[in-house]
């Protein structure tokens, strides 16, 4: 289930005793009358008023499962590395009836064995036994905010499940009204239909397609981390001296085999060559794609598509001046780079891979100068998300570039075949050894420097599917099984009504959410017989704080995790 629960009971109001005096003129009886009075009156007009803020202002709803994981929390356990120090959430395994409580409480996993997951940052195995699942986080939403404002596209919208009204579910809101949908390789594309349209036409092919690039501060919250030095164990030998951890970043050049690299068990990376040298992301061991932590089970299966959305990031400490830093990202049958310092910012690509692609340079908006103070650590990012290509300082955007790629030329760069191709199959796009995977490293010129805080991000990827045999609400069979899911192949690109939407969620991989719907209930039939789309009449608000973050046991008492409350986008 993808649900939320809600509401929850508002706290009880508290009454303040009004002491009984005499008032000049006034019996006591007559001013402990006028007192009850008051008091019955001012109870009357808070309840009222928490009635009317409860249904028409802001309600808050209970998070049960993982389909918004980990932007947001249903049910899970957590775990923490003993090398790393890293802590991490994985959805309960094998639930009961409730919906809530994983029979892995007892005894370890749903066989009785102990329960055997993997630490993200080391890959370190982490056995339990009697694993208690916290609850999911408490959110607040504003109600009825739509019926005043638009909804936004990336709002993360409460809304009634149109297969049961009965049902709150949430979900990112990815579609707007009055437009054709598509999820490609990870992102989403838009474009208004037009009169002159071929319907006999494949509909990724029209003219005037676009990339809906995210927010600034909804890409904030769906960066996904993958690695960061920060992490490294700080023992990373085992009792008879083998290594069992080695960093996916790899140091070479300036030096056999990057011996002017101190890497091995350091959270900093130290330089201390003088040529020009490399840092390498190790994707033979370990891949960029969208797996996620919190769905590792031994009962259910996702399939892990490679990302070529990533952020790299540092901070970065030079020992003398004039020093040079550049991302590089190979992917889609591309090379992306970006040069940063020495005075100026260039960003450009070009088709292939290596030394010698021909790069165009993309016109760069912002500030195009960067210069790196000896001795002082600068916080550098490197984004290439939603066909951008973005320098952020110190935690700011200081310049950007950007490119543009229809769906049929995403896709012909992803994985190699034509849209024709791939228009007539209905399963290719849904086989991840199909798409090309990235490759990412950074070269550094100008001497000695540090690095700390080496990571590795990547972004939200909205898989391609196909129409399950079962619809995920029992075990009634798909009206569509086995076709193209919504808005994933260019046989079904759905064109949203006047006041449709199209909703999916972070946790691509495990959420049944538009692509994979089947017809709705009768009654909302009747409001929007679409399958896979919701008519705003479902909506409920837009989901904007996590009030009561997913708690943890002292002892008998939930103590809620106060350090994850926090605004959501």
């Not at 249904?55 to 389909?67: D, K």
């Amino acid at each position: 289930m993808d649900d939320t629960s809600g509401p929850t009971t508002p706290d009880t109001q508290r009454q303040a005793s009004t002491p009984l005096t005499r008032v000049a003129g006034v019996a006591p009886n007559q001013s402990l009358g006028h007192t009850v009075k008051e008091t019955v009156t001012a109870v009357i007009i808070a309840f009222v008023m928490t009635f009317v803020f409860r249904s028409f202002v802001m309600e808050a709803f209970l998070i049960p499962t993982g389909s918004m994981a980990p932007t947001l929390l249903g049910a899970h356990m957590r775990f923490t590395g003993r090398e790393s120090g890293y802590s991490w959430t994985v959805g309960p395994w094998d639930m009961l009836a409730d919906g809530i409580t994983p029979r892995s409480v007892q005894g370890g996993g749903p066989d009785g064995r102990p329960i055997l997951v993997h630490d993200p940052m080391t890959g370190e195995e982490v056995r339990g036994t009697d694993i208690g699942t916290r609850w999911g986080d408490r959110i607040f939403v504003f109600k009825y905010l739509y019926s005043i404002f638009d909804p936004q596209r990336f709002d993360v919208v409460v809304f009634k499940n149109p297969r049961d009204p009965s049902v709150n579910y949430i979900k990112r809101l990815v579609g707007l009204p009055g437009e054709m949908v598509a999820l490609v390789d990870g992102d989403v594309f838009a474009r208004a239909p037009r009169a002159d349209d071929d319907p006999a036409a494949d509909r990724w092919s029209l003219p005037g397609w676009r990339i809906c690039r995210k927010p600034e501060r909804a890409q904030l919250a769906m960066w996904q981390r993958l690695f960061s030095s920060d992490y490294t164990p700080l023992n990373d030998t085992d009792d008879i001296g083998r290594r069992w951890f080695v960093s996916p970043w790899i140091g070479v050049g300036a030096g056999a085999e990057g011996a002017d690299w101190r890497i091995k068990g350091r959270r900093t990376y130290e330089y201390v060559g003088q040529g020009p040298t490399r840092l390498a992301w190790n994707s033979r061991e370990r891949p960029v794609n969208d797996s996620l932590a919190y769905n590792e089970s031994p009962v259910r299966a996702s399939l892990h598509f490679p990302v070529s959305d990533v952020r790299m990031s540092m901070g970065f400490r030079p020992a003398s001046a004039g020093q040079r830093v550049t991302a590089f990202l190979e992917a889609r049958g591309h090379t992306f780079r970006i040069d940063a310092g020495a005075g100026a910012i260039v960003m450009a690509m070009g088709p292939g891979t290596g030394r010698d692609v021909p790069f165009t340079m993309l016109p760069v908006e912002g500030d195009a100068e960067l210069h790196f103070e000896p001795g002082r650590t600068t916080d550098l990012e490197f984004w290439f998300v939603d066909q951008t290509l973005q320098v952020w300082r110190d935690g700011r955007r200081i310049a950007a570039a950007s490119y543009d790629w229809t769906p049929g030329e995403r896709v012909l760069h992803a994985t190699g075949e034509s849209l024709e191709r791939i228009a007539a199959g209905a399963e290719f796009l849904v086989v991840e050894d199909n798409y090309r995977r990235p490759q990412m490293f950074l070269e550094f010129e100008g001497g000695e420097f540090t690095l700390h805080r080496v990571a590795l991000d990547r972004d939200v990827h909205y898989q391609a599917d196909i129409y399950r045999y079962h619809s995920g609400d029992g075990v009634t069979v798909h009206s569509r099984a086995r076709k193209p899911a919504l808005a994933t192949h260019p046989s079904n690109t759905p064109v949203l009504a006047h006041d449709e939407y199209f909703l999916c969620g972070d946790n691509s991989a495990q959420s049944l959410d538009s692509r994979l719907w089947d017809r709705p209930h009768p009654w909302v039939a009747e409001i929007d017989p679409a399958i896979g789309l919701v008519p705003r009449e479902l909506l409920i608000g837009k989901a904007f704080f996590v009030y009561f973050p997913a708690p943890f046991k002292a002892g008998r008492i939930p103590v809620p995790d106060f350090g994850r409350m926090r605004f959501i986008w």
